[in-house]
């Protein structure tokens, strides 16, 4: 909150140091009757950026120190025994004094020495940020006297502003590569910490799912196999495919090859639709409209077919496909030469002939690409299966009944009570890495497969 | 084609055996055109069949809930009932403590007052024949009536002693009950309502006193359990708008920065496909992927609060930045670089003629793209469940740091009620508002693109 306003104290210096800079650049202007280098405008927003820049750097060092002197006065207040012991019980104080400290309470009576640590900690916050918002300011405003102060008639304002201008662009352009790594990071080591407990063997070969329950257990109290799950996952994916490459496909041939205008106009947003519902809306008509009519179709015929099953599930996600591949078919497709398709027909071959033959050998790579585009959104996808899978971990082949897989069980390990740091929590990482190298090696290939044919008839 | 056709024509008399194979052979290609084709038309109306089936199975469940039972009585506020003195006014030099706890007493001894009996008073009055049977009475009615009577007199203690007509949320079983979302044959044990109450239920609707009025509870109200009939979205629509503004501010301009640069001015080196790759990879992740981002990163690391619309849309944010930069890119590419050119050849620098001649033209463009990624961002699911905006939250979050829940989450929460009578259509209602509101956000994405789109 402090930061927050903070933030706003900044941007309103910024503001008026905008305003100053512009007055001041037109007085010079005047008083020298010279020809500035830049514009007035150039001039005010530098010295934004002067007053703004160095006090946000406090700012930002501030926030990333804070927390380790917080620490620092509060291991100083502890008895020496607990803090050379270290471990889980100074953990535990150190949050408890944090706690004390923000006045949030904490269960069972605090001891002395943490309400003696808890003091010094909100004194290192009192004094901190005193100190923090003191920094702030005076850098703001000795930015801002220097930068007024350097302006005169041959400074190149606008230069230096765009300098600045380009670093932020690319800045926020590195926020993509922050993001990959901040998910690569975080993932692996929670996965090394799950590793640490269960051996990586027993996770990729085991064929057994059970993870039990653990409040704050430490060591591996369940089976944490990761084969069960995979198997669901690719059965469910397999299932959608088969639901959505002919319908898919032959919708983008259609809709290429043979639709009027009209038709097009009117069938191609309507089956795009498809790609902007949420996926829990389609969770839950699975749930409540595929599913019971599955059941009621194997009750017709006599045979077991469980309303939550990998059947219900898969043709579900086979219909969210639907318009994935028909969009990225259709546009590969047209992409094929008008002269290989007018050849095909001046020979005398019928229109289906010069697709099968012509067409679709020429955009197979492509269709390849969509295919795999395809797949790694079947695997990573959630609600759908969270809520018509049916959650049963078990390893089977029978399509029609319960099954589970890694996103589900990434959702139900993470969303229950247990803690963090114990392997049934510490596993959701290790199968989020898992989910995320399999849809980034598909991604990978089928990018690569899409770009090297595009370039084909460039 | 006409021209095979005739060829190929019954009419005409082949003069050879060859002849005759070609005109069979036709025959056969002919008619495999045909299916082809057919097949084809078979999976576009396949596909429109299952937009049509999507949207009516929604709607044929959700629409009624949108009306509710109401039970319109005459409520008297019987002195004898409703005991309470004023509230408590501040005296002076009292302290905030003090007087926080003297209102709270107050508050308390509120709550306390039999307000089931005002109820129970006013139920009778049109069923005489409950007298003695206040259980199966008081089933008639949500339970939350009763604070809604009590909110009445705490606004205006005036209402004391008065009659008032007013329409009591009928609870959710009566509902279920009226509109046949259970089935009526089925034995007493079986049923959640208790005999006499049902029969109340149909005598009251036969006679005019329960009607269907629109549901402004599903609207108005937040989450509750104690009373299904009366849970409602707002808690979850004000932590989506959080999160949706959370995106808009963060995403657009940092996702706007990255494309100008990448499209603009990033030199062509291995850094630069670093990013584009990046970027793309990024738009195929899982959503998954990044709520164990933010799971680990802002909540076990940084430790910012669980179930907060802050961390939510940080982290709806860094799924929505690869489409808004992708997108954006696609509309820089689109301006054409006369005009960029003529910016520079008059003597503006690179960074000037960006800002002032491209990005201005380009705006319609990223617009559109905003409003996309963040209708996407919507109807997220998946990552929020992993920062535990799961959890059951009964307040209207008043800052984006309280907790709250978002939208689609509260599908997801109704979907499992045990209620499954009641919240089926509840939760194909809250399903149509989302749906709704991305129809709007798309609607609105469209007229601008129409309105805005200029052809060079």
């Keep these: 909150m402090t930061n927050f306003l903070v933030i706003v104290g900044i941007l309103v210096l910024m503001a008026v140091g905008y305003r100053v800079g512009l007055g001041r650049s037109r007085r010079v202007r005047d008083a020298n009757a010279a020809r500035m280098h830049s514009l007035p405008s150039h001039y005010g927003m530098l010295v934004a950026l002067w007053c703004g820049i160095p006090a946000l750097a406090a700012l930002v060092v501030w926030t990333v120190l804070e927390p380790r002197l917080e620490r620092q006065a509060a291991l100083a207040a502890f008895p020496p025994e607990l803090v050379a012991a270290g471990g889980a019980d100074l953990e535990n104080a150190v949050r408890r004094v944090g706690n004390i400290a923000s006045g949030f309470g904490v269960a069972n009576e605090a001891a002395p020495y943490e309400l003696a640590a808890a003091e010094a900690v909100r004194q290192v916050q009192t004094i901190g940020t005193l100190a923090m918002i003191a920094v702030a300011a005076a850098l703001a405003i000795l930015g801002l006297v220097f930068a007024l102060r350097r302006i005169r008639p041959d400074l190149r304002a606008r230069n230096e502003m765009e300098v600045v201008t380009r670093l932020l662009l690319f800045l926020c352009s590195g926020v993509a590569i922050l993001t990959t790594v901040g998910i690569v990071l975080s993932m692996l080591s929670e996965a090394i910490r799950f590793f640490s407990i269960v051996p990586p063997q027993d996770f990729f070969f085991g064929t057994v799912w059970n993870p039990r329950f653990s409040s704050t257990g430490t060591g591996a109290q369940g089976d944490f196999g990761l084969i069960p799950l995979l198997w669901g996952t690719l059965m469910i994916a397999f299932i959608a495919m088969l639901v959505a490459v002919p319908i898919g496909l032959m919708t983008a041939i259609y809709m290429s090859e043979y639709a009027g205008p009209k038709m097009r106009a009117f069938a191609k947003p309507v089956i795009e639709v498809l790609a902007g519902i949420p996926t829990i809306v389609y969770g839950f008509f699975a749930l409540t409209a595929v599913g019971p009519f599955l059941a009621g179709i194997g009750e017709a015929i006599g045979f077991d077919i469980r309303a939550t099953s990998a059947a219900t599930a898969g043709i579900v996600m086979g219909i969210m496909i639907i318009p994935f591949i028909s969009s990225l078919s259709d546009d590969i497709i047209t992409q094929v030469p008008r002269s290989m398709r007018d050849g095909s027909l001046g020979l005398g071959a019928t229109r289906s002939e010069t697709i099968k033959r012509v067409l679709l050998p020429a955009a197979l790579p492509g269709i390849v690409g969509a295919f795999l585009l395809a797949v790694s959104r079947a695997i990573g996808e959630t609600m759908i299966v969270v809520l018509a899978a049916g959650n049963s971990p078990v390893l089977q082949f029978n399509p029609f009944e319960a099954v589970s897989t890694v996103t589900v069980t990434i959702v139900n390990q993470l969303t229950g009570d247990s803690d963090f740091a114990s392997p049934q929590s510490l596993v959701a990482f290790a199968l989020g890495l898992t989910l995320f190298v399999m849809t980034l090696g598909l991604n990978v290939v089928a990018l690569y497969i899409v770009r090297k044919y595009r370039e084909q008839y460039e | 084609m006409t021209a095979t056709d005739a060829a190929a024509g019954p009419g005409r008399p082949s003069a050879s055996p060859a002849a005759g194979k070609v005109v069979a052979s036709l025959r056969r290609r002919h008619a495999k055109e045909r299916n082809f084709r057919l097949f084809g038309l078979a999976a576009v109306i396949l596909g429109l069949g299952f937009v049509a089936i999507l949207f009516a199975s929604i709607l044929v469940r959700g629409v009624p809930a949108f009306w ?197 001015f990033a030199p062509k080196n291995r850094l630069t496909d670093l990013i584009e790759v990046n970027i793309n990879n990024l738009a195929a992740v899982p959503s998954i992927v990044f709520g164990l981002l933010g799971a680990a990163v802002f909540i076990n690391y940084m430790k910012l609060p669980l179930s907060a619309p802050l961390v939510g849309g940080l982290v709806l944010t860094l799924m929505t930045l690869p489409t808004i930069i992708i997108a954006t890119r696609s509309t820089l590419r689109a301006v054409p670089p006369s005009i960029k050119e003529a910016a520079l050849g008059v003597g503006a620098s690179p960074v000037q003629a960006v800002f002032h001649h491209v990005l201005p033209v380009a705006v319609p463009g990223i617009l559109t793209a905003t409003i996309i990624g963040v209708a996407q961002a919507l109807g997220e699911t998946a990552p929020l469940l992993l920062i535990g905006m799961s959890a059951f939250v009964a307040n209207i979050p008043a800052t984006p740091l309280d907790q709250s829940t978002a939208l689609p989450v509260q599908v997801y929460l109704w979907q499992g009620n045990e209620l499954r009578n009641f919240f089926e259509s509840r939760t194909s209602a809250a399903i149509i508002v989302l749906l709704a509101l991305m129809i709007l956000l798309n609607f609105v994405a469209i007229v601008l693109r129409q309105r805005f789109q200029r052809r060079w």
Excluded: H
Excluded at chain 2, 167 to 186: F, H, M, P, Q, T
Excluded at chain 2, 234 to 242: I, Q, R
Excluded at chain 2, 251 to 264: D, F, H, K, M, R
């Design chain 2, 68 to 264: 509710q039972a109401v039970v319109v009585a005459d409520v008297y506020f019987d002195p004898a009932v409703v005991k309470i003195e004023d509230p408590p006014v501040r005296e002076a030099g009292e302290s905030d403590a003090a007087f926080e706890q003297r209102r709270l007493a107050w508050e308390t001894r509120v709550t306390m007052v039999n307000w089931n009996r005002l109820i129970e008073q006013a139920l009778l009055r049109l069923v005489p024949d409950g007298e003695g049977k206040s259980r199966d009475l008081l089933a008639l009615v949500s339970s939350s009536e009763r604070y809604e009577l009590r909110d009445m007199v705490v606004a205006d203690p005036g209402i004391v002693g008065r009659t008032v007509r007013m329409e009591l949320l009928a609870s959710a079983n009566v509902d279920v009950w009226l509109k046949g979302n259970i089935d009526r044959s089925l034995p007493d044990g079986q049923q959640a309502l208790p005999a006499a109450t049902r029969a109340w239920a149909d005598q009251l609707r036969a006679d005019g006193a329960i009607e269907m009025v629109f549901s402004r509870w599903l609207f108005l109200n937040v989450d509750s359990r104690s009373a299904p009939a009366a849970a409602g979205l707002a808690g979850a629509f004000v932590g989506s708008l959080y999160m949706m503004l959370i995106v808009v501010l963060l995403s657009v301009p940092i996702g706007v920065a990255s494309a100008i640069y990448l499209e603009e």
